[in-house]
């Protein structure tokens, strides 16, 4: 757990690097949003190769059902962002079970996943009773607090990270982390070996699916507004992916360091105005020639270390 702890106390201290500001704070605050959503993703493609591509439904599934449901139902926020977190690990898990049981390769769970994030957008849109559609919903007031407190949000978020991180540290480092390696490598061996395949796919599901619904509730209410555009699958799904594959698959520190060289990446091409997306575009072409397998495994490859 030392890489964790360590990992935790050098994020802490950004705050105070980069100052407790606004703008600066706010970038952090997102940042670590993505990092969890990306450690949450290296648990379930990752490791058990499940292609999720409904991460912006999960986050926003939990997102909108904890704010609808204070306001419509008068719940605690508390209980709202359980309710949320609870609604998108069963989603996750259920679209885990059904891949699995219908024996689904990477690319069709990825069509089926896909399908559920285009479903998902059309319901927020034709729901506008609860969602107000492409509108959205102000949350102030319908949360936690974490809107007034931005300091307070921060670390909230990055206790969070440092759980997902502990609890992806446990997983690997228990039966589920050997079962994980077993069925990443060859499905059919490990169900051979007497690995209940089904079983272990549907738990990295449900937690990584739990993981980012937590986060997606406690970012509506860090935000202070939501609308179907925040969790499209462009907004989230592609970052992320491209993230985890920047930093290293099947890491404990890619998902962080690929989800904040991300970050700073959108930061410096975000002077180039219209043409943010080419300059965006050559510059993470630049970096995946460079480093195909990931930023994490170059290092541990060049510098001879055990990067985590």
């Not at 940042?31 to 949450?40: G, H, K, S």
């Not at 999720?52 to 008068?74: P, Q, T």
């Not at 949350?139 to 300091?151: D, F, K, N, R, S």
């Not at 970050?263 to 043409?275: C, H, K, M, S, Y």
Request: hydrophobic residues 60%; proline residues 4%.
């Amino acid at each position: 757990m030392i890489p964790v702890l360590v990992t935790g106390a050098v994020l802490a201290l950004l705050p105070w690097v980069f100052g407790t500001g606004g703008y600066s704070l706010r970038i952090t605050t997102l940042m670590l949003v993505m990092i969890i959503y990306t450690v949450a993703f290296n648990i379930i493609f990752g490791h058990t190769r499940q292609l999720f591509l409904c991460l912006g439904a999960l986050a926003g599934l939990s997102a909108y059902l904890s704010v609808i449901l204070v306001r419509e139902a008068r719940l605690a926020p508390a209980a709202g962002i359980a309710l949320g977190t609870l609604g998108a690990g069963t989603l996750g898990a259920l679209l885990s079970y059904v891949a699995a049981r219908r024996g689904l390769g990477v690319i069709f769970a990825g069509i089926v996943t896909l399908v559920v994030s285009l479903i998902f957008q059309n319901l927020l849109l034709g729901l506008r009773r609860y969602t107000n559609g492409e509108t959205g919903i102000v949350t102030q007031g319908l949360g936690v607090g974490l809107a007034g407190y931005p300091v307070v949000a921060y670390y909230a978020l990055l206790a969070l990270l440092v759980l997902a991180l502990g609890v992806y540290r446990w997983l690997m480092d228990g039966r589920p982390g050997l079962a994980f390696g077993a069925l990443s490598e060859d499905e059919l061996t490990a169900e051979l070996a007497g690995i209940d395949v089904t079983r272990y796919k549907v738990l990295a599901a449900a937690v990584g699916s739990g993981l980012i619904g937590l986060a997606g509730a406690l970012f509506a209410d860090f935000n202070g507004f939501i609308s179907p555009s925040i969790f499209s699958l462009a907004h989230i799904d592609i970052v992320v992916l491209i993230a985890l594959l920047l930093g290293g698959m099947r890491t404990l520190l890619g998902p962080v360091i690929g989800a904040a060289a991300f970050t700073l990446i959108d930061e410096l091409v975000r002077p180039f105005g219209q043409a943010t997306v080419l300059a965006y575009g050559v510059l993470l072409i630049v970096l995946f020639l460079a480093f195909r397998q990931g930023l994490v495994p170059f290092v541990r490859r060049l510098a001879r270390v055990p990067v985590p």
